[in-house]
Nanobody, 126 residues
Framework: QVQLVESGGGLVQSGDSLTLSCAAS????????MAWFRQAPGQEREFVAG????????YYAGSVKGRFTISRSSAENTVYLQINSLKPEDTAIYYC???????????????????WGQGTQVTVSS
């Protein structure tokens, strides 16, 4: 089993920057890909960004490319999501996800991931 714990969310103002963290524990050595998803009120959960833990290649949703940066710290078993120029429409619960299935690519579907964190709330005021 893999446990994922997100942190770093909060109430921020439009234009601010924020860095979310996702700490992995348990059988974290078995993970191949980690990603961030978000779910706004009344909306479906959507892919935001993902990273392959071996090699570090990244993939972003088109709507966030250029403002969001995903990165990892292998030593700390932690993945980060830096969000710049926050907008009210970024308000959502942000979830960390990981996959223990070998993959040559970063998946952008919920079913591509088999471990999930509890989420961290990000609220952006205008």
């Amino acid at each position: 089993q893999v446990q994922l714990v997100e942190s770093g969310g909060g109430l921020v103002q439009s234009g601010d920057s924020l860095t979310l963290s996702c700490a992995a524990s348990g059988r974290s050595f078995s993970m191949f890909v980690m990603a961030w998803f978000r779910q706004a009120p009344g909306q479906e959960r959507e892919f935001v960004a993902g990273i392959k833990l071996s090699g570090g290649s990244t993939y972003y949703a088109g709507s966030v490319k250029g403002r969001f940066t995903i990165s990892r710290s292998s030593a700390e078993n932690t993945v980060y999501l830096q969000i710049n120029s926050l907008k009210p429409e970024d308000t959502a619960i942000y979830y960390c996800a990981s996959s223990s299935r070998p993959s040559a690519y970063v998946g952008n579907r919920i079913r591509d991931y088999n471990f999930w964190g509890q989420g961290t709330q990000v609220t952006v005021s205008s």
